[in-house]
């Protein structure tokens, strides 16, 4: 088990379909950390209200994990998002040890202070036009249930590989592009009108590290999609790991997405997004 100094998490979506628990659960027997931050939207209650409730084993397993870290000395804070507002009626409070926050402020190793947030109040969408919020919501898990489809129709015909709907939309509908930039602009310029390094933030399941506008954006991406999350090495340092090492899954349309091929540098290690990125 590597150990780091922090996780960030963000996006698991508990109670939906599309999360990738068992992904998850892998990349946490990979790593020990003293601080781990659920940076947002770890449950779905946008969903379960909606499309009804799925809690599979992987999901209880892995909230008994984060109460087991949280008993055993790891500080694990809990930043809801707008998927789990219900939760921000009960901010500054601590259950089994998990400490709820709107927002924290964490310093780092090296020294540098980085705001935590979700990100939900940088999103006009989600903001001022709920309506379109939840319609967005709906299409987004379309695309997910979509890709699950693909995958399978490219195994049967003997195509390698794992690509995604939902992120190639995310890169080329120009729309979705701006919105991102957006997105990325308002948290840095806040972040830095607070006099801080930068930010850790979640919400629009885009992961990356990046300087915007002098200040460092570090967005932790998602366990939906993408299945990413930002650790702080003992040293201070940031990276984007993206986790390439699922359990096996079974043969038919309905399964999770397929496992990632890249190589990893040993097993059960490190896969990486965006080259290993860094800060």
């Known amino acids: 088990m590597a150990e780091v100094r922090s996780i960030f998490l963000s996006d698991i979506h ?26 947002g939207d770890i449950l779905d209650f946008w969903a ?19 109460l087991k870290r949280a008993r055993h000395g790891t500080e694990v804070i809990f930043i ?21 926050h709107l ?28 309506w379109l919020a939840v319609l967005g919501d709906h299409g987004y898990a379309m695309l997910v249930r979509l890709n699950v489809l693909l995958s399978w129709v490219r195994r049967q015909l003997g195509i390698g590989g794992y690509w995604s709907l939902a992120g190639y939309a995310k890169r080329k509908v120009k729309t979705a592009v701006s919105f991102i930039c957006d997105f990325e602009e308002a948290v840095a310029r806040h972040v830095k009108e ?23 954006y570090i967005n932790c ?20 790991i993206e986790w ?4 096996a899954q079974a043969a038919g349309p309905s399964e999770a997405p397929e496992e990632r091929p890249q190589a990893l540098p040993s097993p059960g290690r490190i896969g990486s997004a965006a080259e290993r990125e860094t800060v």
Request: glycine share 10%; aromatic share 10%; charged share 25%.
């Open 80 to 100: 809801p998002g707008n998927h789990d507002e219900a939760l921000r009626d009960y901010l500054d409070s601590t259950f089994g040890n998990i400490g709820l």
């Open 244 to 247: 390439a090492v699922a359990p």
């Open 48 to 66: 379960m209200g909606q499309r009804g409730v799925y809690w599979s084993a992987s999901m209880n397993t892995f909230v008994q994990k984060m």
């Open 221 to 240: 991406g998602d366990w939906v999609d993408s299945c990413t999350a930002i650790v702080e090495h003992l040293d201070g340092r940031m990276e984007l």
């Open 14 to 39: 508990l109670g939906t379909r599309a999360c990738q628990a068992d992904r998850l659960l892998d990349f946490l027997r990979h790593f020990e950390s003293r601080y781990l931050f659920l940076v």
């Open 194 to 216: 607070r006099g801080l390094d930068g930010a850790i933030c979640g919400h629009i399941h885009a992961a990356a590290i990046k300087q915007v506008d002098g200040v460092a």
């Open 103 to 130: 927002e924290y402020e964490h310093r780092s190793a090296n020294g540098k202070r980085y705001l935590v947030l979700h990100g939900d109040q940088f999103d006009v969408v989600t903001k001022y036009h709920r």
